[in-house]
């Protein structure tokens, strides 16, 4: 069964970074679409990219596109989210992801437990 247990988040003022790491064990990711995703409090999960096997991600919003960057380290089964200049608006809960296949769903089955951001003006 795979665990994936995110850390790195916290409190950080307005333009400050955080990098989240999303540790797996159970499973090797290097062999299947890891994703990154945040919810923040009354609003709906947002996916912000995956990052495939290959370790290309694909497109992420406008919203964070420019300031986040998601990679992975397969020798230590990691993965990663660059977050710089961060924004009160960042402010959620973020949370890494896999459906355990090669691909990548939109809805995946496997969630880590999450960890809280908070981005203070």
Known sequence: QVQLVESGGGSVQAGGSLRLSCAAS????????????????GKAREVIT?????????????????RFTASKDNAKNTLYLQMN???????????????????????PNYWGQGTQVTVSS
């Open 26 to 41: 159970g499973a090797i990711l290097s062999r299947y679409c890891m994703g990154w995703f945040r919810q923040a409090q």
């Open 50 to 66: 995956f990052v495939r096997v290959d370790g290309r991600t694909t497109s992420y919003p406008d919203s964070v596109k420019g």
């Open 85 to 107: 200049n961060l924004k009160p608006e960042d402010t959620a809960m973020y949370y890494c992801a896999t459906d355990l296949k090669s691909y990548c769903m939109s809805q």
